[in-house]
C-alpha cells in the first residue's frame, strides 16, 4: 500500500515538473513502470484469490443437490454454477472456465460417476459462462450481463442433448451396467405418451422434452440468484 502510495506521489510530482534533464527523465519513467508492474501484479494476485474463493464456494455447492418431485431420481438440482458467473462476469469468461474446471476437479475424488458427471457438469458449465461473458465483455452494462447469461442458459440447454446422447447415458451404461431401457422407463413413467412426441427416438425425446427445459431452467436460476447477489458482493469481487 505504501509503495503504491509513493508511486502516483512521485508520477503526480513529475508529471506537474517540466522534464528536461535526461536523468529526471529516466528517473520518471522508471518509477512510472515500476507503479504499473505493482498494479497489475496487485490487480492478478486479487483475481487468482477471489477465483479460488469462488472455486472452493462451487466446490461446496455441489454437494448441496436436491431431489425435485416427479423428476427421476439420477437428476438432481444445484446452483454450483453460480459462483462460476460470478466469476465471469467480475473477472472475465476465462475465469469463469477455471471456476468450473477446479469445482469438478474438487468433486471428482468424491463422485460416484467415475468421473461422467464432473466432465458432463464441466463441458455444460463451461459453455453457460463462456458465452455469458464473451457478451458482456461486447456489451459491458446490466443489459449486456442479461442477455448474456440468458443466452448462455439456452446454449447449455441445446449442449445438454448431444452431451447426454452421446456420452453421459451412454457412459452411465458401461459404467453401471443399467440398461438404457431401465433409464428411458424412468423418464417414461413421468412423461408417459409425452415422451413419444418429437421423434420415434426414445431417448431423444426423454431428453428434448425433460432434459432441455430441465437445464434450462437450471441456468435461468443461476442467472436469476447472480444478479440478485451480486451487488452486494461487487465490492468483494472487484478491487
Known amino acids: 500500500m505504501r509503495e503504491g502510495v509513493y508511486g502516483i506521489v512521485t508520477m503526480l510530482f513529475f508529471d506537474a515538473c517540466t522534464l528536461e534533464g535526461k536523468s529526471f527523465r529516466v528517473f520518471y519513467f522508471y518509477q512510472k513502470e515500476r507503479f504499473f508492474l505493482m498494479t ?34 439420477f437428476v438432481k438440482l444445484d446452483i454450483s454454477d453460480l459462483p462460476a458467473l460470478l466469476g465471469t462476469f467480475s473477472l472475465g469468461p476465462v475465469y469463469g472456465v477455471v471456476i468450473q474446471l477446479v469445482k469438478n476437479l474438487l468433486h471428482l475424488p468424491f463422485g460416484s460417476s467415475a468421473g461422467v458427471g464432473e466432465l458432463s457438469n464441466f463441458i455444460l458449465g463451461a459453455v453457460f459462462v463462456l458465452c455469458a461473458g464473451l457478451v458482456y465483455r461486447k456489451h459491458k452494462s446490466r443489459k449486456g450481463a442479461l442477455i448474456g447469461a440468458m443466452l448462455g442458459a439456452v446454449l447449455m440447454a441445446v449442449v445438454s442433448v448431444p452431451s447426454n446422447y452421446f456420452f453421459v447415458y451412454p457412459a452411465y451404461v458401461k459404467v453401471y451396467g443399467m440398461p438404457l431401457e431401465a433409464i428411458i422407463g424412468a423418464y417414461q413413467a413421468i412423461l408417459g405418451t409425452i415422451a413419444e412426441v418429437p421423434s420415434s427416438n426414445a431417448l431423444l425425446n426423454c431428453l428434448l422434452v425433460f432434459n432441455v427445459p430441465f437445464t434450462l431452467c437450471k441456468g435461468l436460476l443461476d442467472v436469476g440468484l447472480c444478479f440478485l447477489i451480486y451487488k452486494p458482493l461487487s465490492p468483494l469481487l472487484h478491487k
Open 40 to 73: 497489475q501484479a496487485s490487480k492478478r494476485t486479487h483475481h487468482l484469490a477471489v477465483a479460488a474463493m469462488l472455486s472452493a464456494v462451487a466446490a461446496v455447492l455441489q454437494f448441496v443437490e436436491f431431489s425435485i418431485p416427479l423428476i427421476p431420481s
